[in-house]
């Protein structure tokens, strides 16, 4: 993809995709922040940004990268990562940084910030582990690569849900963090021939799903007492069939259409005005040199 | 060592030597929890955990690699650290992870996380420059690696004393914590032979019994005020031979034991049921693309 | 620079010029203490060390660079960074890191440390984006090492006003300091012909001394109620002529007096004592290798 592309579809998409999502979720009167808004026309929940943060990128991602087509060479050549101890310290980066802003969209340092603290490092370290465990069942090789996807899976999945669930709940939403992403990334994406290199799609989409899903499923007044509260108590019963789920249904699918319809839309008007893709001739060169003009090593230097 | 023994090892050391040790050293109702269990048969202390977190792997390691012996070829040819570029990031990560769990301890933004938080600093820096200044000293080389060995013991030695000590108690652990290490890592490990490819057992292990024996030496009522009350009024007499060195002393006597025999047995147990070592040939190939199936990196992608 | 150099000469430098402006900025009773002490000879403000800390460090790095002398081939052979993904993976733990001593200058979980934590945001995001924009502008190719440049001298310059400028403040604090240390270090520099590897001059100098600079232009009593305080009221009017204006460069030009002499006389001690240069044969086999006995890398291990 142009520089020029991305610069330009994401300062779009920002204002049509993520800001209105963004408010809606979490503005004081935003239409789904079931939380604070009485009046809210959906009462769904959604404490660190599973359906503003991770669906809506996530879903964004897997229609522009069908719009913008594959890398030259893709399904012919290996495109093996190029950095597993990159990718390794990335992760445990990306894990520290997260608790800002799990533990963080407490804004304050409170017992809803502690709780929250603990679910995001249960459900990642199960998940990370359940990623690594079925590889290790299928291949017999578990793999760092697993291990660090079962973790941003986990990360993801936890994120809707980390302020409003109990241990319990962390527990169950890191086994299936592990286990419908590594289907996707897996499996699904084979069959349908997506090339998505960072495996957006597969942990950020359908984690970030999972996770708005479950959080409807799994939120209890014990873990949050704001669930108890006028605006929330008739959804949350605390039962795994309470009215929350059927809330947190509309708010993926309305969460699903924006992205959709509004990555679409911008990505074709991006195309039409700018272009999306490099030449060949600079995508052979590398992206890095033509587009930058630097690379990552000088290692004489 | 097989990824298979080890998740059986960990599997069962956690439920053997690690939990029993946390429980009696944190646990309310904890055998040598001193601070908060009035009738604890130790009147000992451990803030962050020197003796639960550092003694118990430390010496489990130092067992372990003498059961598993040797890497192939182990003195004979040259084992350089892969990439002193890593060993520096890592140092680096671990140095600003290791506040949370010490200043984190705790368990409160209060008087003593921030005093935990500046004996950290305290020790960790002046540690780290020993070690350098040591290495300067004898071999006329200072070395990042040395450095970052340094850091390293500096954390471990204080993690049990950080909420207890006061800055000064801080920098002549330091000191201590730069020197002894120093020893156990270029000397000892040469008399003995034994193949601590991390020098687990001379940071972690010597670290962390030294860390315990200081935090009887120097915890002081004016650090932390809960030294003064009824569970430790009679152990904390502000003095060098207060009667808490001996509780401490016990408490390193108990948690020898059980690290030594508990890994011992442990280790006998998984090598009969499973083995420990890797083949020759995949010790050869390396155990990255033996066991896990991928390597560290790839240059060309 | 020789090893024993650097030691030398910090250890002379931190008694000489960092530890007396540390007293003066912060100190109760500073001499440039404005907020706090009532008989403050100047009354200026720096909240997490722009004076302190990057002035003086960034001043005397220029002046020793010019004592010191240029690299072996500089001019003629390239010299390009030697990994460009370790210069990203260092800014981003930069960036994190200053955090703590942005926000965590307020000493106290409160609204000041929540405004700092924002306005370093603020500034560093805007200042990233600024340098790698004027990069596209001038050269057609935005560089990621424009970026971490940008990011480095964004959060320079936030450091002494985070904790006194209101967000649209950081806002003009990141846009000039993504502009006016990108055209010292990449026309200035070449003017002049000094050999500053690490743009240090041009990051840290300038962008420290912008910052003192905007601080007292930039300072408002909404952002930090302690500037309505009887130390301060008759220096914050909150308009950009305000008196603190004019303390402000009091204090710019006295750090920069203390930084430019003190170094100036330290290193020609540490010449004349010591020297501070080694040898062409040492600086050709490499100062890792001949100084500190070690290489960064060791591929094959």
Redesign the interface.
């Known amino acids: 993809m142009k520089?020029s592309a991305i610069l330009l579809f994401v300062t779009i998409w920002m204002f049509v995709v993520y800001f209105p999502l963004a408010h809606m979720v979490w503005g004081i009167d935003g239409l789904m922040n079931g939380v604070w808004n009485a009046s809210a026309k959906i009462h769904a929940i959604d404490f660190a940004g599973g359906t503003v943060v991770h669906m809506s990128s996530g879903w964004s991602a897997l229609i522009l990268c069908l719009i913008l087509g594959k890398r030259l060479g893709f399904g012919k050549e290996p495109?093996?990562?190029?950095?597993?101890?990159?990718c390794m310290?990335g992760t445990?980066?990306l894990w520290?940084?997260w608790y800002g802003f799990n533990a963080g969209s407490a804004v304050g340092?409170d017992v809803i910030a502690a709780n929250a603290f603990m679910t995001t490092t249960m459900a990642t370290a199960v998940a990370s582990f359940t990623w690594g465990m079925i590889e290790y069942m299928i291949?017999g090789?578990?793999?760092?690569?697993g291990f660090c996807s079962g973790a941003v899976a986990g990360l993801v999945v936890i994120t809707p849900a980390c302020g409003f669930v109990t241990a319990n709940g962390a527990v169950i939403i890191g086994i299936v963090a592990g286990l419908v992403p590594f289907i996707f990334c897996y499996k699904v994406k084979n069959w349908f021939g997506y090339d998505d290199a960072l495996d957006t799609f597969g942990v950020h989409a359908v984690g970030g799903t999972i996770g708005a899903f479950l959080t409807g499923v799994l939120a209890r007044t014990s873990a949050n007492a704001n669930l108890a509260g006028d605006n929330m108590k008739a959804y949350v019963t605390n039962s795994v069939f309470q009215p929350l789920v059927w809330e947190q249904l509309k708010v993926i699918g309305l969460t699903l259409c924006l992205a959709i319809v509004g990555t679409t839309v911008i990505a074709f008007v991006v195309k039409a005005v700018n272009g999306l893709r490099v030449s060949e001739e600079v995508e052979t060169v590398g992206l890095d040199l033509a587009?930058?003009?630097?690379?990552?090593?000088?290692?004489e230097?």
Chains 1, 2, 3 share one sequence.
Request: hydrophobic share 40%.
């Open positions: 520089f495109m093996p990562p190029h950095s597993m101890v990159l310290v445990g980066m520290v940084g340092a291949k090789k578990p793999s760092i690569l587009e930058h003009g630097e690379e990552g090593y000088h290692a230097a």
